[in-house]
Protein backbone atom coordinates (compact mmCIF):
# COMPACT_ATOMS: atom_id res chain seq x y z
CA UNK A 1 0.00 0.00 0.00
CA UNK A 2 2.79 2.27 0.87
CA UNK A 3 4.62 1.39 -2.66
CA UNK A 4 1.58 1.89 -4.17
CA UNK A 5 1.28 5.56 -2.35
CA UNK A 6 4.61 6.53 -3.47
CA UNK A 7 4.37 6.23 -7.03
CA UNK A 8 0.69 7.95 -6.87
CA UNK A 9 3.11 10.60 -5.62
CA UNK A 10 5.55 10.37 -8.67
CA UNK A 11 3.18 10.75 -10.99
CA UNK A 12 1.43 13.44 -9.46
CA UNK A 13 4.46 15.66 -9.02
CA UNK A 14 5.36 14.40 -13.28
CA UNK A 15 1.94 15.80 -13.83
CA UNK A 16 2.33 19.03 -12.24
CA UNK A 17 5.69 18.97 -13.69
CA UNK A 18 4.97 18.56 -17.41
CA UNK A 19 2.01 21.14 -16.57
CA UNK A 20 4.48 23.46 -16.05
CA UNK A 21 5.90 23.62 -19.03
CA UNK A 22 3.31 22.94 -21.39
CA UNK A 23 1.33 26.04 -20.31
CA UNK A 24 4.29 28.20 -19.97
CA UNK A 25 5.19 27.10 -23.77
CA UNK A 26 1.68 28.01 -24.77
CA UNK A 27 2.27 31.22 -22.59
CA UNK A 28 5.05 32.28 -25.12
CA UNK A 29 3.68 30.76 -28.01
CA UNK A 30 2.09 33.22 -30.63
CA UNK A 31 -1.55 32.82 -31.74
CA UNK A 32 -1.98 31.58 -28.61
CA UNK A 33 -0.23 33.61 -25.09
CA UNK A 34 -2.70 37.08 -26.34
CA UNK A 35 -5.58 37.18 -27.15
CA UNK A 36 -7.15 33.47 -26.37
CA UNK A 37 -9.48 33.57 -23.28
CA UNK A 38 -8.69 32.22 -20.30
CA UNK A 39 -10.75 29.22 -19.71
CA UNK A 40 -10.15 28.23 -22.96
CA UNK A 41 -5.75 28.14 -22.22
CA UNK A 42 -6.87 26.29 -19.29
CA UNK A 43 -8.77 23.80 -21.18
CA UNK A 44 -5.78 23.66 -23.74
CA UNK A 45 -3.56 22.98 -21.31
CA UNK A 46 -4.76 20.32 -19.13
CA UNK A 47 -6.23 18.36 -22.82
CA UNK A 48 -2.62 18.52 -23.78
CA UNK A 49 -0.93 17.86 -20.42
CA UNK A 50 -3.49 14.63 -20.23
CA UNK A 51 -2.80 13.77 -23.90
CA UNK A 52 1.18 13.93 -23.55
CA UNK A 53 1.44 12.56 -19.72
CA UNK A 54 0.83 8.78 -20.87
CA UNK A 55 3.56 8.92 -22.74
CA UNK A 56 6.15 10.18 -20.73
CA UNK A 57 4.67 8.48 -17.87
CA UNK A 58 8.24 6.20 -17.58
CA UNK A 59 10.17 9.78 -16.49
CA UNK A 60 12.27 9.13 -13.85
CA UNK A 61 11.33 11.80 -10.94
CA UNK A 62 13.38 13.54 -8.57
CA UNK A 63 12.68 13.02 -4.82
CA UNK A 64 10.89 16.43 -3.68
CA UNK A 65 11.11 16.46 0.51
CA UNK A 66 9.55 19.94 0.84
CA UNK A 67 7.86 22.98 -0.98
CA UNK A 68 11.00 24.78 -1.67
CA UNK A 69 12.22 21.85 -3.78
CA UNK A 70 8.26 21.93 -5.91
CA UNK A 71 8.57 25.36 -6.05
CA UNK A 72 12.36 25.37 -7.84
CA UNK A 73 11.57 22.26 -9.82
CA UNK A 74 8.30 23.71 -11.44
CA UNK A 75 10.45 27.47 -11.82
CA UNK A 76 12.79 25.45 -14.06
CA UNK A 77 9.97 23.67 -16.18
CA UNK A 78 8.71 27.32 -16.50
CA UNK A 79 11.86 28.41 -17.98
CA UNK A 80 12.14 25.42 -20.44
CA UNK A 81 8.94 26.09 -21.95
CA UNK A 82 8.98 29.63 -21.96
CA UNK A 83 12.42 29.48 -23.89
CA UNK A 84 11.01 27.19 -26.54
CA UNK A 85 7.67 29.87 -27.38
CA UNK A 86 9.97 32.77 -26.89
CA UNK A 87 12.61 31.65 -29.64
CA UNK A 88 9.28 31.76 -31.78
CA UNK A 89 7.81 34.85 -30.63
CA UNK A 90 11.35 36.91 -30.97
CA UNK A 91 11.53 36.03 -34.53
CA UNK A 92 7.66 37.17 -35.52
CA UNK A 93 8.87 40.75 -33.31
CA UNK A 94 11.81 41.07 -35.40
CA UNK A 95 10.01 40.85 -38.94
CA UNK A 96 7.08 43.24 -37.16
CA UNK A 97 11.01 45.76 -37.65
CA UNK A 98 9.47 45.97 -40.91
CA UNK A 99 5.95 47.56 -40.41
CA UNK A 100 7.88 50.05 -38.07
CA UNK A 101 10.80 51.28 -40.74
CA UNK A 102 7.99 51.39 -43.49
CA UNK A 103 5.25 53.52 -41.11
CA UNK A 104 8.75 55.53 -40.03
CA UNK A 105 9.72 56.53 -43.73
CA UNK A 106 6.21 57.29 -44.72
CA UNK A 107 5.73 59.50 -41.22
CA UNK A 108 2.23 57.58 -40.25
CA UNK A 109 3.99 57.02 -36.91
CA UNK A 110 0.29 58.32 -35.24
CA UNK A 111 -1.14 55.42 -36.94
CA UNK A 112 -0.59 53.10 -34.36
CA UNK A 113 -2.84 50.43 -32.46
CA UNK A 114 -1.82 47.88 -29.75
CA UNK A 115 0.08 44.67 -30.78
CA UNK A 116 -1.99 41.94 -29.22
CA UNK A 117 1.71 39.77 -28.39
CA UNK A 118 3.09 42.21 -26.81
CA UNK A 119 0.43 44.69 -25.75
CA UNK A 120 2.24 48.00 -26.79
CA UNK A 121 2.05 50.26 -29.16
CA UNK A 122 2.78 49.33 -32.46
CA UNK A 123 2.18 50.85 -36.03
CA UNK A 124 -0.71 49.19 -37.62
CA UNK A 125 1.48 47.92 -40.90
CA UNK A 126 3.58 46.00 -38.01
CA UNK A 127 0.71 44.47 -36.58
CA UNK A 128 -0.80 43.61 -39.92
CA UNK A 129 2.64 42.05 -40.69
CA UNK A 130 2.79 39.76 -37.05
CA UNK A 131 -0.74 39.00 -38.04
CA UNK A 132 0.48 37.54 -41.35
CA UNK A 133 3.39 35.39 -39.88
CA UNK A 134 1.32 33.90 -37.49
CA UNK A 135 -1.27 32.93 -39.93
CA UNK A 136 1.57 31.52 -42.03
CA UNK A 137 3.29 29.98 -38.74
CA UNK A 138 0.44 28.18 -37.97
CA UNK A 139 -0.62 27.26 -42.24
CA UNK A 140 3.30 25.35 -42.19
CA UNK A 141 2.58 23.26 -39.06
CA UNK A 142 4.79 25.38 -36.70
CA UNK A 143 2.05 24.75 -33.93
CA UNK A 144 2.93 20.87 -34.53
CA UNK A 145 7.05 21.32 -34.68
CA UNK A 146 6.70 23.55 -31.25
CA UNK A 147 4.98 20.61 -29.40
CA UNK A 148 7.56 18.42 -31.30
CA UNK A 149 10.08 20.41 -29.81
CA UNK A 150 8.73 20.35 -26.17
CA UNK A 151 8.52 16.16 -26.18
CA UNK A 152 11.89 16.33 -27.34
CA UNK A 153 13.05 18.32 -24.31
CA UNK A 154 11.19 16.14 -22.26
CA UNK A 155 13.00 13.34 -23.48
CA UNK A 156 16.46 15.07 -23.06
CA UNK A 157 16.03 17.29 -20.17
CA UNK A 158 13.36 15.06 -17.80
CA UNK A 159 11.39 17.21 -15.65
CA UNK A 160 13.20 18.04 -12.11
CA UNK A 161 16.47 17.65 -13.82
CA UNK A 162 16.57 21.05 -16.01
CA UNK A 163 20.29 22.99 -15.72
CA UNK A 164 19.92 26.20 -17.99
CA UNK A 165 23.35 26.12 -20.37
CA UNK A 166 24.95 29.02 -22.20
CA UNK A 167 23.93 27.22 -25.65
CA UNK A 168 20.46 28.80 -24.19
CA UNK A 169 21.36 32.45 -23.84
CA UNK A 170 23.35 32.16 -27.31
CA UNK A 171 20.18 31.10 -29.46
CA UNK A 172 17.93 33.66 -27.94
CA UNK A 173 20.55 36.57 -28.77
CA UNK A 174 20.95 35.18 -32.24
CA UNK A 175 17.33 34.90 -33.00
CA UNK A 176 16.87 38.22 -31.77
CA UNK A 177 19.46 39.32 -34.06
CA UNK A 178 18.42 37.47 -36.83
CA UNK A 179 14.66 38.32 -36.62
CA UNK A 180 15.45 42.13 -36.94
CA UNK A 181 18.02 41.29 -39.86
CA UNK A 182 14.68 39.82 -41.23
CA UNK A 183 12.59 42.89 -40.73
CA UNK A 184 15.63 44.69 -42.20
CA UNK A 185 15.43 42.58 -45.28
CA UNK A 186 11.82 42.74 -45.50
CA UNK A 187 11.28 46.53 -45.18
CA UNK A 188 14.18 47.50 -47.28
CA UNK A 189 12.50 47.78 -50.73
CA UNK A 190 9.22 49.49 -49.66
CA UNK A 191 11.73 52.15 -47.42
CA UNK A 192 14.14 52.08 -50.91
CA UNK A 193 10.75 53.12 -52.92
CA UNK A 194 10.07 55.76 -50.48
CA UNK A 195 12.93 57.47 -50.31
CA UNK A 196 13.03 58.05 -53.90
CA UNK A 197 9.11 59.33 -53.81
CA UNK A 198 10.58 61.69 -51.07
CA UNK A 199 13.17 62.48 -53.72
CA UNK A 200 10.78 62.94 -56.74
CA UNK A 201 8.18 65.28 -53.91
CA UNK A 202 11.60 67.48 -53.20
CA UNK A 203 12.14 68.21 -56.76
CA UNK A 204 8.47 69.08 -57.37
CA UNK A 205 8.78 71.82 -54.64
CA UNK A 206 11.37 73.19 -56.39
CA UNK A 207 10.85 73.31 -59.65
CA UNK A 208 6.90 74.50 -58.87
CA UNK A 209 7.24 76.16 -55.47
CA UNK A 210 3.58 77.04 -55.68
CA UNK A 211 2.36 73.52 -54.66
CA UNK A 212 1.58 72.60 -50.96
CA UNK A 213 4.18 70.28 -50.46
CA UNK A 214 3.53 68.79 -47.54
CA UNK A 215 0.01 68.24 -48.28
CA UNK A 216 1.46 66.88 -51.43
CA UNK A 217 3.73 64.70 -50.63
CA UNK A 218 1.81 62.95 -47.73
CA UNK A 219 -0.72 61.66 -50.05
CA UNK A 220 2.18 60.54 -52.59
CA UNK A 221 3.84 59.10 -49.75
CA UNK A 222 0.83 57.24 -48.60
CA UNK A 223 0.02 56.17 -52.28
CA UNK A 224 3.79 54.66 -53.20
CA UNK A 225 3.69 53.08 -49.41
CA UNK A 226 0.19 51.44 -50.55
CA UNK A 227 1.44 50.12 -54.08
CA UNK A 228 4.98 49.38 -53.10
CA UNK A 229 3.92 47.52 -49.70
CA UNK A 230 1.46 45.47 -51.94
CA UNK A 231 4.23 44.30 -54.04
CA UNK A 232 7.03 43.91 -51.59
CA UNK A 233 5.91 42.46 -48.49
CA UNK A 234 4.93 38.96 -49.83
CA UNK A 235 8.21 38.25 -49.89
CA UNK A 236 7.95 38.35 -46.05
CA UNK A 237 6.15 35.33 -46.06
CA UNK A 238 9.02 33.82 -47.72
CA UNK A 239 11.66 35.00 -45.51
CA UNK A 240 9.63 34.48 -42.17
CA UNK A 241 9.19 30.46 -43.47
CA UNK A 242 12.76 30.18 -44.26
CA UNK A 243 14.52 31.56 -41.09
CA UNK A 244 11.28 29.12 -39.04
CA UNK A 245 12.93 26.11 -40.72
CA UNK A 246 16.38 27.12 -39.82
CA UNK A 247 15.07 28.08 -36.59
CA UNK A 248 13.47 24.89 -35.09
CA UNK A 249 16.61 22.88 -36.87
CA UNK A 250 19.13 25.02 -34.34
CA UNK A 251 16.15 24.29 -31.53
CA UNK A 252 16.29 20.85 -32.02
CA UNK A 253 20.27 21.07 -32.02
CA UNK A 254 20.21 22.29 -28.79
CA UNK A 255 17.81 20.71 -26.73
CA UNK A 256 19.04 17.40 -27.97
CA UNK A 257 22.28 18.37 -27.21
CA UNK A 258 21.04 19.70 -23.46
CA UNK A 259 22.58 17.90 -20.38
CA UNK A 260 20.14 17.24 -17.79
CA UNK A 261 21.59 18.56 -14.95
Known amino acids: MEALTQIGQQQLLLFMLVLTRLSLMLMGMPGVGAGVPRRVKVFLVLTMTGLLFPLLGDLPVPPVNSIVDLAIAMGREAIVGLFIGLVIQLLITGIQLAGELISSTAGMQLGAGTDPQTKAAMPILGNMIGMMVTVILMSVGGQHMLIDALFTSFRTIPPGLVR ?46 QLNILAVGLNVNAIAMMAISAIALGSCGLLFETELSALFDRLGDLLATTKPG
Open 164 to 209: VEIGWIELLTYEMTQGMATGVRAGAPVVTGLLLSNLITGLLSRTLP
